[in-house]
């Protein structure tokens, strides 16, 4: 059975960072693309940033573009996702996913099979 995990959200004031991760368990997490997308109250789950299975391609929407960064440890099976200069629109809940594909532009929610359950990030003005 897959399982994600991600942790690592908090609060902080805009200007702030935060590192979130995310560990995989119950597949081989080296096969497979994976990305975090988020949430905020009352809009749909949007997409925020995706890395191949060996970590060559990156992709990342354009308002996070320059903050954030995704990066993957293939042999701890950890996603990560860096996030610097936050600002109160960066809000939400971060949900890791896991790709049926080693790589490929998918930015839909539909695109991934496998989500952890959730981290709040808030941000303060």
């Known amino acids: 059975q897959v399982r994600l995990v991600d942790t690592g959200g908090g609060s902080v004031q805009a200007g702030g960072s935060l590192n979130l991760s995310c560990v995989s368990t119950g597949r081989t997490f080296s096969y497979y693309q994976m990305a975090w997308f988020r949430q905020a109250p009352g809009k749909e789950r949007e997409f925020v940033a995706r890395?191949?299975?060996?970590?060559?391609?990156?992709d990342y929407s354009d308002s996070v573009k320059g903050r954030f960064t995704i990066a993957r440890d293939n042999h701890e099976s950890t996603l990560f996702l860096r996030m610097k200069n936050l600002e109160p629109e960066d809000t939400g809940v971060y949900y890791c996913?896991?790709?049926?594909?080693?790589?490929?532009?998918?930015?839909?929610?539909?695109?991934?099979?496998?989500w952890g359950q959730g981290t709040q990030v808030t941000v303060s003005s």
């Open positions: 890395i191949n299975y060996i970590g060559t391609d990156k």
């Open positions: 996913a896991g790709g049926r594909t080693r790589g490929g532009v998918h930015r839909s929610p539909g695109d991934y099979d496998y």
